[in-house]
């Protein structure tokens, strides 16, 4: 599908994108927002993707300098930080659309068949706190559970009231907040038909994972100055 035609068969409730990009980058030792791969950086890379599918691409981030010439809104965390809970409060409270796609720089791919896939159940069940895929992983005690992707999910701007009341109470688990605000979760097999190796919820937190992803070893930059 060609980016015009996508333009035309957007879902209007979905308009908007945000990327997070507001971390403190502990792990890795340097700003994740610089990480590239044969001097792209993957930020740049991540709007070039999905630009094409939405109006709006929002960027939650304190370096404004890295972004100049991006066909970008940027904004910051309006509370104090939270962790993630704080970027998706940001990113709602400037979105012009009623959902917003989430993502985050660390995460450098996107996958528009997931994305039809969600747009397809927001159809469905607006309107709805958001929508998230859900995939089971074995916890330290041997049991399967069930774990929400944060990323790569649907969240409603109808979300900003109790947003708020979370992070000023230092509640910062989004898993809870997900679940406590009635996400509807797509079932794994059903997100593996169309994401077979699930790479595109894939984060880069080490320069260990870095190296393995082929990214290029981090240098000074004029960014943040």
């Not at 068969?9 to 610089?34: E, F, Y």
């Amino acid at each position: 599908m060609k980016p015009d035609q996508i333009k035309r068969t957007k879902n209007p409730l979905c308009r908007t994108a945000a990327i997070l990009a507001s971390g403190k980058s502990l792990r890795m030792g340097t700003d994740k927002q610089v990480l590239s791969r044969d001097g792209q950086i993957l930020v740049h890379s991540l709007i070039k993707q999905m630009e094409p599918y939405f109006d709006e691409i929002i960027i939650v981030t304190k370096s404004a300098g890295l972004y100049q010439g991006q066909n970008v809104l940027l904004t910051r965390d309006k509370l104090p930080s939270r962790g993630p809970l704080s970027g998706i409060h940001a990113a709602l409270t400037v979105a012009a659309s009623p959902y917003i796609y989430l993502a985050a720089c660390d995460m450098p791919e996107f996958e528009p068949g997931l994305l039809e896939l969600l747009l397809e159940e927001l159809s469905s069940c607006h309107p709805c706190s958001g929508i998230a895929v859900e995939r089971e992983f074995r916890s330290r005690d041997g049991s399967l559970r069930l774990r929400p992707e944060i990323f790569h999910a649907i969240y409603a701007k109808s979300l900003l009231p109790v947003l708020r009341k979370q992070v000023l109470a230092q509640r910062s688990k989004v898993e809870h907040f997900m679940r406590e605000s009635g996400f509807l979760f797509l079932k794994e097999k059903k997100v593996r038909q169309i994401l077979p190796d699930w790479s595109v919820f894939t984060n880069i937190n080490t320069p260990e994972e870095a190296s393995a992803a082929g990214l290029d070893s981090p240098a000074a930059t004029d960014y943040f100055s």
